[in-house]
């Protein structure tokens, strides 16, 4: 079959940048090993440090990138100051030396282009790839208006493109950590509490006494400051209650683990609401004061006892009140965790709002070991010209599919990308800039005829991923450790801002993002929205309006400033107005109700596997994010691939032991492209498998992730929209065992 | 169903995902130093038994081989070091709780030994033989001379190098196969096994090789003794060094044991002894390089075997 | 003086940024390491236990590794620090031999290495790299000779382990239970 635009797996065309290969391991062999004690003392002085936030995840940790008396980087260690990370990174941050050091990083700029029949990518210059991005960019805007150009994005180049795009004429802007990930959980709580979760969470750990986990896998989820603050709970003796189908760590920490059967999870919560009310343990004065609905709730809940939630759940009623005890006995220091990737079953931003009820219940929103009122500091924008107005957005794009999304949809852009579309707003180009879009959006097949029907695109990346080998032009980013990015000013107990800035000199012939988006906004005519030779005159100019400067950041790394917005917690009985239309916490949320959906939410049943298929459940693990890390050097030392967790009582009615290599097969028999290594143990359940997110890369130019591993993403096809939001969930994927290589035809 | 895992793919090469440092150096190391034991010491109990005459082959014959034996053995040893420039850090000191150590000086010794016993011996086989150097000749004359001396002096010698090539693994209490003070004795035992078994082959005197046959009969009765009793104890020993036991019985290296080091390489030599003891024709290098072939593989399998042996917890 | 390190199992989720960081602070070669995770699960669904246990060197009181060092090489320091010095080690291999925790490796330039206590931290005031980036605040490490210090206040007051103490070499490092 013939694609207009096939994966291009093979290497690029030339040899540019073979000479600096194998650097990660020159690291090592430095003889300071041997060194006398005074020329340690020496080599001490020598090392130099320079401040910068973590982009191997979202927390964005702030740390110290040091480098050595050669000015190479040795090691990246947390800041003291900061009140995201205390000081201690995760394991990904202190190995996000290896992107840096990673011999297969994208070296130069690559241009698709056809010799022989056959489609490579050529290396390219700068000044080539730039031209070309933005004739094409103008080609497009010319032909179907400059909205039709659309940026994926996820982390710090997003910005720094999307305002390009914006001084281009587009808002159509979009970010898997929507969709796939917390937008449900956010439409939840906004219909409850007026306010969304954000991130990071506003949740005090540190301060509680109960702390409820609903398939959230702190631990595995190595979210720091939660991390941290679960083991300060973990001291505290704060009790933990997990809810996961599996035995997560966190499960092994916890007071409780109800292991539940999956996709059940509504029916436990709603009769954890049961107990409350009827037990009569609920915040009595804060319900009384803050809440909205109170009355309907209750009579909603009248029959979804523990009796009724054991028959679904197969959590025992004893298990469902004495849990529900103790929350309440720790209320309001309680916090029933919201959980950040909700995308699960199609009616997650109901089961988020029976967590938001939940937590209304027990009085934690703004108490003290519950949820407390978060900051972030405000820096004034680098001046600029204002944008154009587009003629249409996203919002026009999908009229009013889904009444609730507050951010941009990313199945919709993909849906609005094909062919096959059908509605007035088109999609013509992308940019895609920190998303490997195959292993994140669930849905290869509608990802697959965009990249056919697409006329342009152009991804921004670090490394040879998935979604580079269906780009047009491939621009290669320097890492977080060569550059300057945005100021990060995350909300937090207190406002903070963390700077990034380059310890080393981009590898290669990479760049950074602020400066790809510059010389293309040039191109394009836009030179004035980009009024700098450099980004650090933006941040000195902005650092001064807050009364500091460049040079003082670059020694301190982080800044915290004092709160304005009041305290941390409501005082005993203070008014307060919520963002809701009754200006109170909504139990019955009165805007679903207006436009036809459960205003306090229901049990549905969702679909079960037959027999012989096995739920595919997916999750975290500590050494790594999504499938951003799993060519890392110094991470895949740690954990080179994912397995298949199988229970005993499964792997023996299939002969599976412990190593051996399966593929799989799911509900719509779609094969895995490699097979995995099954694990077998008790930490899960028998109708469910599990696996880590993030592995099976298919693209050779990965060459310690190339076939490591099976990719969840590609198993996942049965996709449950929410249609409240539009979030993608993503579990109700059935899979069995193949335990022979099926062959390249079946999987492809 | 317990389930005990390494999560953080700790792959150190040569250690996961088991002990396996020490490859062929080590055993070929170990049945070369008990087999020059074996030698030195016959030679030098004849010499002190004033028995030269009767035995040449094992006071003079035999010897000739242990300077290359002795030779080869250090160079494996060396071959086997992995930071083979500061070998010499090995002669710098003297540590007595380390088998490692005192072997290396034991070797010191003995080497230079073994090659002035057989070089004072080499005119008496190559009549024709002159020494270029006249201090060689000197040395060599001195060694004749006092050869009675220093054949208690040597006698010792060959015994601590023949128990070290066993206390070397046994003091490693880490590897439960290793962990068993049998472990000395029968190294010793074995290596004069051996050490007979080649004097025997060498010999051509009938007396000799009947004395030399009866005493190696001897020593694999008592080999065999002590190999029941290291069985015995480990199993009345604790979990990992029942585990190890079971290594031999039932476990991987089963048949390598029971055929090659126990019938091939030490009941059959024994019955075919016997019956040339008995009369029987028998050609004599048939059980010599079956006990010899035996020790080699003997000290493979320990040296190998005990690499898997590790404790749990 | 006498150092050692407390480990709380019951906080440890198992990450290995102790290994990282180690690999980073110590320059560990990628494909080696001078600690390590280990995870153990017990029973069954949903009756299940699970330990996370980071590990290392235990700087044992009775060190079979020095004691079958033949240079001095492997040799013990103020503290009770089990050491190697580069220069001094052959590469004969006896101490990782002797040592049942596995917890040497042969370095790829030749000589035994393993971990040090991040000797050259300690020596400035500073916490060993693995306990100071641990998210979890599980690892205490000081000198058991101070009552004060944060190992000694851990184990007073709660329960603990050392591993494989049937092997005789008086571990030093302590898993809090
Ligand atoms: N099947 C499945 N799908 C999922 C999830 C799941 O658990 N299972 N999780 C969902 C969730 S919660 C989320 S938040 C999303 C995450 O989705 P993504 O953010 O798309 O996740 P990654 O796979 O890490 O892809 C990141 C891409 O950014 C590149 N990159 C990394 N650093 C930089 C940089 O500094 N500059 C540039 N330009 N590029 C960089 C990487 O090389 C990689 O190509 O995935 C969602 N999709
Ligand atoms: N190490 C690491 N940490 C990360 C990330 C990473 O890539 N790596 N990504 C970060 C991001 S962006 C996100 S969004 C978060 C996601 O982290 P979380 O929000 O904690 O993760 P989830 O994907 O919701 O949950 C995974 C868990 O849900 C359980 N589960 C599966 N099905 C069910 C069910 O039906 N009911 C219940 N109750 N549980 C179920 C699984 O067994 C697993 O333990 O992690 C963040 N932290
Ligand atoms: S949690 Fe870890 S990966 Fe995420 S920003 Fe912090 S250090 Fe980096
Ligand atoms: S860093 Fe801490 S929590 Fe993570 S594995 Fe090591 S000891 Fe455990
Ligand atoms: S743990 Fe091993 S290497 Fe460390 S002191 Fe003990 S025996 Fe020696
Ligand atoms: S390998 Fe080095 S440190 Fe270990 S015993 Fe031999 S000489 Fe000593
Ligand atoms: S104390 Fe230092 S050397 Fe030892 S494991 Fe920790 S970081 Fe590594
Ligand atoms: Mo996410």
Redesign the pocket.
Same mark, same amino acid.
């Given at each position: 079959m013939s694609t207009r635009r096939d994966f291009i797996k093979i290497s690029a065309l030339g040899t540019a940048g073979v000479a600096v290969a194998g650097s990660a391991l020159s690291l090592f062999d430095r003889s300071g090993l041997f060194a006398a004690d005074d020329s340690t003392q020496a080599s001490l002085k020598a090392v130099k440090r320079y401040p910068t936030y973590c982009? #191997?995840c979202?927390w964005k940790c702030a740390g110290w990138t040091y480098t050595d008396a050669e000015g190479r980087i040795q090691k990246i260690i947390g800041n003291e100051d900061d009140p995201l990370c205390n000081g201690r990174l995760c394991p990904r941050g202190t190995g996000g030396i290896g992107?840096y050091y990673d011999p297969d990083r994208l070296k130069t700029p690559l241009i698709r282009v056809t010799r022989n029949g056959k489609q490579q990518f050529a290396e390219a210059t700068w000044g080539e790839a730039l031209d070309l991005v933005a004739s094409r960019m103008k080609e497009i805007a010319e032909k179907y208006g400059p909205e039709s150009m659309a940026l994926f994005n996820? /982390?710090?180049?997003g910005s720094h493109l999307g305002h390009m795009l914006k001084a281009f004429g587009s808002s159509n802007i979009t970010?898997?950590?929507y969709a796939?990930?917390?937008g449900p959980r956010e439409v939840g709580f906004v219909a409850t509490f007026g306010a969304a979760v954000g991130s990071p969470e506003p949740t005090d750990i540190r301060n509680t006494k109960c702390l409820v986990l609903i398939g959230s896998h702190i631990g595995e989820n190595m979210h720091n400051g939660q991390v941290q603050e679960m083991s300060d709970a973990i001291d505290n003796g704060a009790a933990i209650i997990t809810v996961d189908p599996r035995f997560s760590t966190a499960a092994s920490k916890s007071k409780y683990w109800l292991p539940i059967k999956p996709a059940t999870d509504m029916a436990l919560l709603l009769a954890w609401i049961h107990v409350l009310v009827y037990d009569d343990l609920y915040d009595k004065d804060y319900i009384r004061q803050y809440a909205f609905g109170f009355d309907q709730l209750k009579e909603h809940v009248k029959n979804m006892t523990p009796e009724w939630a054991y028959g679904i759940t197969t959590i025992k009623p004893d298990v469902i009140r004495k849990t529900a005890w103790e929350m309440a006995k720790a209320s309001p220091a309680v916090i029933v965790h919201p959980g950040? @990737?909700v995308?699960w079953y199609g009616d997650d931003t109901q089961r988020s709002r029976a967590i938001a009820i939940l937590n209304a219940l027990l009085g934690s929103w703004g108490r003290r070991g519950g949820f407390y009122y978060k900051e972030s500091a405000s820096v004034p924008k680098y001046p600029y010209p204002p944008y154009p107005k587009p003629k249409w957005n996203w919002k026009d794009m999908m009229k009013d599919k889904y009444k609730f999304a507050a951010l941009s949809v990313s199945n919709d852009f993909v849906e609005a990308s094909t062919a096959s579309y059908q509605g007035d707003h088109k999609i013509h180009g992308w940019l895609v800039? /920190? *998303?490997?879009?195959p292993?994140?959006?669930?849905g290869m097949p509608a990802l697959k005829e965009a990249f056919d029907s697409l006329d342009f695109i152009a991804v #921004? &990346?670090?490394?040879p991923? +998935?979604?580079?080998g269906y780009a047009d032009v491939i621009l290669p +980013?320097? *890492?977080?450790l060569e $550059?300057y990015d945005d100021l990060r000013k995350s909300p937090s107990r207190e406002p903070t801002i963390a700077l990034r800035m380059p310890a080393a000199k981009p590898k290669y012939d990479s760049k950074p993002?602020w400066w790809i988006a510059k010389k293309l906004g040039e191109r394009l005519g836009l030179g004035e929205y980009f009024n700098y030779e450099d980004y650090s005159e933006v941040l000195d100019w902005q650092l001064k309006k807050i009364g500091t400067s460049l040079e003082e950041m670059q020694k301190k790394g982080v800044m915290n400033l004092e709160r304005k917005y009041g305290p941390l917690y409501l005082a005993k009985g203070e008014d307060v107005k919520f963002n809701t239309n009754t200006g109170k916490i909504e139990l019955y949320a009165t805007d679903f109700a207006a436009e036809g959906f459960d205003p306090i939410p229901v049990y549905t049943k969702h679909e079960e596997p037959e027999k012989g298929y096995y739920r595919l459940i997916? /999750?975290?693990t500590p050494p790594h994010?999504? !499938? $951003?890390?799993a060519n890392n050097p110094n991470l895949t030392d740690l954990q080179k691939e994912n397995h298949l967790w199988v229970n005993p009582k499964v792997a023996k009615l299939w002969d599976l032991r412990p190593g051996d290599k399966v593929w799989l097969k799911n509900q719509d028999d779609v094969v895995s492209e490699f097979p995995i290594k099954v694990r077998v143990t008790e930490r899960i359940r028998w109708d469910s498998i599990y696996m880590v @997110? /993030?592995f099976g890369h298919s693209d050779k130019k990965l060459s310690r992730a190339y076939g490591k591993g099976a990719? &969840? !993403?590609h198993l996942?096809t049965n996709i449950k929209i929410d249609p409240l939001m539009g979030g993608t969930g993503?579990r109700s994927n059935f899979v069995t065992f193949l335990k022979e290589d099926p062959g390249k035809e079946v999987r492809s | 169903m317990r389930e005990e895992l390494i999560i953080s793919g700790r792959m150190n090469p040569g250690i996961d995902p088991y002990l396996s440092l020490w490859h062929w150096p080590i055993p070929v190391y170990l049945f070369l130093g008990g087999l020059a034991a074996g030698i030195l010491f016959f030679a030098s109990l004849y010499t002190i038994l004033d028995r030269e005459k009767e035995m040449p082959a094992a006071v003079k014959w035999s010897t000739f081989t242990v300077p290359a034996i002795l030779s080869i053995g250090l160079f494996a040893l060396f071959y086997d070091l992995k930071h083979q420039l500061y070998f010499w850090q090995l002669y710098t000191t003297i540590r007595l709780e380390s088998p490692m150590s005192w072997g290396a000086w034991v070797l010191m010794l003995i080497t230079p030994l073994s090659f002035l016993w057989a070089g004072s011996y080499l005119q008496e086989a190559i009549p024709s033989w002159k020494w270029k150097f006249k201090i060689v000749q000197e040395i060599l004359d001195w060694t004749a001379r006092n050869r009675k001396t220093l054949s208690y002096f040597i006698m010792s010698l060959a015994v601590i190098l023949g128990i070290y090539t066993g206390i070397l693994l046994s003091a490693f209490n880490a590897r439960p196969l290793w962990n068993t003070s049998i472990l000395g004795p029968l190294f010793l035992v074995s290596g004069l096994s051996t050490g007979a078994a080649t004097i025997m082959w060498i010999s051509k005197s009938h007396l000799e090789r009947r004395i030399m046959s009866k005493i190696d009969l001897m020593l694999i009765i008592v080999e065999l003794f002590l190999i029941t009793h290291m069985i015995m104890g480990f199993l009345a020993g604790s979990q990992v060094q029942i585990e190890a036991a079971q290594l031999f019985l039932g476990g991987p290296f089963t048949v390598s044991f029971w055929v090659f080091v126990i019938f091939l390489g030490m009941v059959f030599p024994a019955i075919l002894e016997i019956l040339e003891l008995t009369g029987f024709k028998i050609p004599v290098a048939v059980p010599a390089i079956l006990i010899l072939f035996g020790g080699l593989v003997f000290r493979f399998i320990m040296v190998e075997a005990g690499q898997i042996t590790r404790y749990l917890y | 003086m006498r150092y050692a390190m407390a480990i709380d199992t019951k906080k440890c989720v198992g990450c290995s940024d102790c290994v990282v960081a180690c690999q980073t602070e110590n320059n560990v070669p990628i494909g080696y390491c001078r600690d390590w995770i280990t995870e153990t699960v017990d029973g069954s669904y949903p009756n299940v236990e699970l330990e996370l246990r980071s590990e290392r060197c235990n700087h044992c009181d009775n060190a079979p590794c020095v004691r079958c060092c033949p240079t001095g090489a492997s040799h013990v320091v103020e503290g009770g620090i089990v050491l190697v010095t580069p220069e001094e080690c052959i590469g004969c291999g006896a101490c990782i031999q002797s040592c049942p925790y596995d917890a040497r490796y042969s370095h790829p330039e030749g000589y035994v290495d393993k971990c040090t206590f991040c000797d050259h931290l300690v020596k400035r005031g500073q916490e060993p790299a693995c306990v100071a980036v641990c998210p979890t605040k599980c690892m205490y490490f000081g000198d058991l000779d101070d009552p004060d210090s944060d190992v000694s206040v851990s184990l007073k007051n709660r329960k603990f382990k050392a591993l494989a103490p049937e092997a005789g070499t008086e571990p030093q490092i302590f898993y809090l239970m």
């Open positions: 982009e #191997v979202f992107m996820h /982390g710090s180049p970010a898997p950590s796939q990930c917390r950040r @990737h995308t800039a /920190g *998303t490997n879009l292993l994140t959006m669930p #921004v &990346d670090t490394m991923m +998935e979604i580079t +980013e320097c *890492t977080y $550059r993002a997916y /999750g975290r994010t999504f !499938s $951003r890390t @997110h /993030g990719s &969840d !993403s996942i993503m | - | -």
